[in-house]
């Protein structure tokens, strides 16, 4: 019959348990509701709507010697699984919205519509900024792209950098390969907070607007 559900009829969040240890909760909200699935310690904070996080997070896994479980601390942002990743910065619950950690361990989607796709320890912080995968990338200025690699920094606006490591795109739709490139950064997004560590700044707000390094 169409009355027939699988749930509750109150308010209450609903929990799901295999092993008296919790696998699901599901949280209700006027506006739209929470779904988290994986480890128990896997949360969302307080006045998050919409969040998803798909599984993972661990208090201990002996066998990879890793432990982290993952946390939703803005609005509409999921996780896909993986360990220790986080969605949002928490400063406040709706101001960086939609952010996306795929998977991977220790991986942080920080501005709005940032995306992290995997990889380890992988920084989104500009807003709709995006790190495919890797290790120890950022992609701190708004609209910044790494594709992957090792220890590279998109801080222009726009700024893309493929792989390779230790790369630095500082420059607004600069472009940035293989080792060691570095397309310096402007006023608008100095080293200090693009992350580009030992960078020059140049004189210009945008940097070395549209340089295209290959070292």
Same mark, same amino acid.
């Given at each position: ?25 599901? +949280? ?21 709507? !919409? ?5 993972? !997070? ?10 982290? +479980?993952? &946390? &939703? ?9 993986g360990?220790?990743n986080?969605? $949002?910065? $928490? ?11 795929? $998977? ?7 501005g709005?519509?940032?995306? &992290? ?15 495919? @995968?890797?290790? @120890?990338n ?18 222009g ?46 004189? +210009?707000?945008? @940097? ?8």
């Open positions: 019959a169409g009355s027939e559900f699988l749930g509750s009829s109150n308010n209450a969040q609903l929990q799901f348990r295999v092993n008296n240890q919790q696998v699901a909760l599901y +949280t209700n909200d006027a506006i739209s509701p929470n779904v988290l699935h994986g480890k128990s310690g896997n949360a969302t904070t307080a006045g998050v709507r !919409g969040a998803v996080i798909s599984g993972g !997070g661990t208090s201990s896994d002996p066998d990879l010697d890793l432990n982290g +479980t993952n &946390v &939703v601390l803005d609005a509409y942002g999921v996780i896909g699984g360990v220790a986080q969605a $949002g910065t $928490g400063a406040q619950a709706y101001d960086q919205p939609f952010p996306t950690v795929a $998977g991977g361990q220790g991986n942080r989607a920080l709005a519509w940032s995306v &992290v796709g995997g990889g380890r320890e992988n920084f989104a912080s500009g807003d709709t900024g995006t790190v495919a @995968g890797g290790i @120890g950022r992609a701190s200025g708004p609209s910044g792209a790494v594709g992957g690699g090792s220890s590279n920094v998109a801080a606006s726009h700024s893309a950098i493929a792989g390779g490591s230790s790369n630095c795109a500082g420059g607004s739709y600069s472009w940035a390969g293989g080792f060691g490139a570095k397309v310096r950064v402007g006023t608008d997004f100095p080293s200090s907070n693009g992350g580009c560590a030992g960078v020059q700044s140049s004189s +210009t707000p945008a @940097g070395d607007a549209g340089t295209f390094i290959w070292n």
